[in-house]
């Protein structure tokens, strides 16, 4: 972990010594109702999943699909069918080793590595305070981690967060209405705004 530099120093020693039970009492947020028997069991754990970002925040961000194959391959995530995308885009999704709950995606765009999200504490039923539970508890490692958010964003029920580390965005959203959900995603920060320029006129259309 030394190798790792500062910001992994710190996330190791939330996943060796920070209390679980602590990570799940956390304040839940608007529209959710709290358990009559405490804060819900979260699967990942929120500590494991901050380790894991500072693991590819800390490695060289991969550029070709070799690079992204390698590091997908030490992170262990295992690649599923990719999606439909024009041909100067790739996408696909994966799942990984934090839990079988986890949904991942990931994304290309002229042939260089854009970024990944996960999908995590996913729930149908709008008043599960599992979302927002997850939210919280990540938004307070990961501020520990890497300090705090750069900007934030959304209405009170539907919060949003985002991290600049090393030439990366670092967003998380809190999704409800039906399908609620927490999502963070990883984005090389040039070749991201590259692709959203590239995407303007397909969006006016």
Not at 83 to 99: D, H, N
Not at 123 to 148: N, V, W
Request: with cysteine; proline share 9%.
């Amino acid at each position: 972990m030394e190798r790792m530099g500062h910001a992994s120093s710190r996330a190791a020693m939330i996943y060796q010594h920070i209390s679980k039970d602590r990570d799940r009492h956390i304040a839940y947020g608007y529209g959710c109702r709290m358990p009559e028997d405490g804060p819900p069991e979260l699967s990942p754990d929120p500590a494991d999943v901050v380790v894991t970002i500072t693991r590819i925040v800390a490695s060289p961000w991969p550029t070709t699909e070799g690079e992204r194959r390698a590091m997908f391959s030490e992170m262990a995530f295992l690649e599923r069918s990719p999606a439909t995308e024009p041909p100067e885009r790739t996408a696909g999704i994966f799942s990984t080793s934090l839990s079988d709950e986890v949904a991942g995606s990931w994304s290309t765009f002229n042939g260089e590595f854009l970024g990944l999200s996960f999908f995590l504490y996913l729930s149908p039923d709008p008043t599960d305070p599992k979302p927002r539970a997850g939210y919280d508890a990540l938004r307070r490692l990961l501020s520990e981690a890497f300090g705090a958010p750069v900007e934030e964003w959304g209405p009170a029920h539907m919060p949003a967060s985002a991290w600049t580390i090393r030439g990366l965005v670092l967003s998380m959203y809190c999704h409800g209405r039906g399908n609620g959900c927490v999502q963070v995603g990883l984005e090389h920060a040039e070749r991201t705004a590259a692709n959203s320029a590239a995407r303007e006129p397909e969006i006016r259309l």
